[in-house]
């Protein structure tokens, strides 16, 4: 089983920017050919995808964020990051890394970071 570890969260003002990183560890195999996603859960609303990412590095994005927020991955350090900019108060929540395994049908999850967003 990957294990998924998020880190950058924190509080920032509004226009302002933040990088959140997730790293993985586990099965070298499986992460590499995995497809790596952030997810947001606001208070109260339910959890919604934010930016992915395939093995073969195709991105995809919400789009409230398209424009201000990029996702990468360094396969060398099995790290996805998540370059967040002109940041708003209605990007406050907790983000969530994920992980999709298109073989095993397996999805990992890590414990989240938050990120608060003042106006």
């Known amino acids: 089983q990957v294990q998924l570890v998020e880190s950058g969260g924190g509080l920032v003002q509004a226009g302002g920017s933040l990088r959140l990183s997730c790293e993985a560890s586990?099965?070298?195999?499986?992460?590499?050919?995995?497809?790596m996603g952030w997810y947001r859960q606001a208070p109260g609303k339910q959890r919604v995808l934010v930016a992915a990412v395939t093995s073969g590095n195709t991105t995809d994005y919400a789009d409230s964020v398209k424009g201000r927020f990029t996702i990468s991955r360094d396969n060398a350090k099995y790290t996805v990051y998540l370059q967040m900019n002109s940041l708003k108060p209605e990007d406050t929540a907790v983000y969530y890394c994920?992980?999709?395994?298109?073989?095993?049908?397996?999805?990992?999850w890590g414990q989240g970071t938050q990120v608060t967003v003042s106006s």
């Open positions: 994920n992980g999709n395994d298109p073989r095993l049908h397996i999805t990992s």
């Open positions: 586990g099965s070298i195999v499986q992460i590499n050919r995995m497809a």
